[in-house]
């Protein structure tokens, strides 16, 4: 927590970037300064970092996880996951609410809270599920001073997947729309197209189905059908919605359709879907296997298009480990995830390389969009004031992805050649990651607060 001057960076502070230093003192960002001309303070007792040109990123918010703490921590858990988060350059973390239990009223809230606060390497929050049974407990969460802070948004499963809490009830999903207040969070699939093709392909296949059907039985017309469905829902109830891991290039003109007539809609789409095609589940199989489904080679261009221009607010890993021996039986009883957090910021500079991305775009869809729509305080963004969480990472410097710190052990990105590798990591100040080690010490995240 002492202060720090990073000089010789290129820093990324919102829509522009700069070349000179960044200075830190009691956790906060004291400063940001063109080439050397830092005043004599920043340098008074500051400890003296040469990043040798290295990018400065905001530490990454990655606000839509799958960290299956309480009850499938066999497969990942809260400390486990945190500390790869670390390795990735992701300083926050926002956790979805399909554990077991789910997440979906004030106690599994705090219990959850408090395994966080002994065990989260990097800052941590959650998300509260939608339930058919638990609409009223919401609407008063979103407007409690006492509990609203605690949360991030209200997770609602218009598909079926991992933890069982689909919602197909018209009048729940009504009441949930019509909450003020809080975002609400849609994963979007819709649950009558799927049921109808998983029959169509067990006439074909029997219990024998290929993994490789996966796109056609979560297919792109379940993903348009309830995209379309969130978006009349929203534009009846005034809803703060935000559409979760966009697939298709139709749903990202039904999302630009919604924008244009001025609702409050944001998209988030993951570095998978943007890096992954179904020409992939040839090679590699059930690792893939993830809800919504890694769609065409088309869909993988129209949404790199829509990260160029601005069509997508943010990049939410979707991590969901599983374990290997999971993934490994048959398309039925194989569960749908993959664990990506770690590999995300890298694929993501690699995409922008390759489509002349900028690095303040790629901060506003890695940090500062999520901290704008969930309202974070403090953090998200570069400049003075804010806390210093801060991603150093070598753009240029490549490397091929080798066995990530998870919990379960695997990545599908293992063997693929990325470039931007992480080369530090700070929080609140303090290094806590440095050339791909976690440097000793004790978890120390601390909860966000939400709605500034």
Known sequence: MGKLLLRNATIVTGNRTVSGCLGTDKGLIQGIWEGDNCPESAREEAEVLDLKGWVILPGVIDAHVHFRDPGMTQKADIGSESRAALLGGVT????????????????????????????????????????????????????????????????????????????????????????????????????????????????????????????????????????????????????????????????????????????SVTAETSANYLWLSENDYLSKGALIKCNPAVKTVGDCAALRHAVLDGTIDTIGSDHAPHLMTEKRNPYMQCPSGMPTLQESLSVMLTVARQEGLSLPRLADLMATGAARIFGIRGRGILAPGMAADLTIVDPAAEFTVSKPAYKCGWSPYEGVTLCGAVRMVFLDGKPVVKDGIVLPGSPNGTALTFDA
């Open 92 to 263: 926050s973390f926002i956790d979805m609410p399909n554990t077991q239990p789910p997440t979906t009223d004030e106690t599994t809230l705090d219990a959850k809270r408090e395994k966080a606060r002994k065990t989260s390497w990097c800052h941590y929050g959650f998300h509260l599920g939608a339930t058919n049974g638990n609409p009223d407990f919401l609407r008063r969460a979103a407007q409690s001073p006492d509990l609203r802070p605690h949360f991030g948004g209200i997770k609602v499963f218009m598909g079926s997947s991992t933890g069982g809490m689909l919602i197909d009830r018209n009048d729940i999903l009504d009441h949930i729309f019509s909450i003020p207040g809080k975002p609400v969070l849609v994963h979007c699939e819709d649950e009558n197209t799927i049921r109808k093709n998983l029959i169509s392909a067990r006439l074909r296949y029997g219990d024998d189905i290929p993994v490789w059907m996966h796109p056609y039985i979560r297919s792109r017309e379940a993903c348009i059908r309830s995209t379309k469905r969130a978006l009349e829902l929203a534009s009846l109830h005034g809803t703060r919605l935000h559409l979760l891991h966009i697939t298709t290039a139709e749903e990202l003109d039904l999302i630009r359709r919604a924008k244009d007539k001025g609702m």
